[in-house]
């Protein structure tokens, strides 16, 4: 699957899910529904760039568990979270459906 594809693969299965998941949570998922076979760290990386095109954000897993949407401040990059598509990234998605 060339690198293009793998991007839109994993932003679709963002939009279709709608929660914020963590890195392996999104890995799995996209193994068992769409039956992806590259691998975690590409996975990684491609979360990485979206994050960096503004089409998913990195949330704060402890504020989720107060029901609060907490986006990580650039300034704690290295600190664990889980993804969650912006609406840039809906839109990103919608445009390629109706291209």
Not at 43 to 64: C, N, P
Request: a negative charge.
């Amino acid at each position: 699957m060339p690198p293009e594809e793998r991007r839109k693969v994993v932003l679709e299965f963002m939009a279709d899910h709608s929660i914020a998941l963590p890195p392996k949570a999104i890995f799995r998922g996209l193994k068992i529904e769409k039956g992806i076979t590259f691998s975690y760290r590409t996975v990684q990386t491609i979360l990485s760039e979206l994050e960096e095109q503004g089409f998913v954000a990195r949330v704060d897993k402890e504020s989720l568990d107060e029901g609060n949407i907490q986006p990580i401040p650039e300034d704690e990059a290295g600190r664990r979270a889980y993804y969650m598509i912006t609406m840039d990234g809906r839109r990103e998605v919608e445009a390629a459906d109706g291209s």
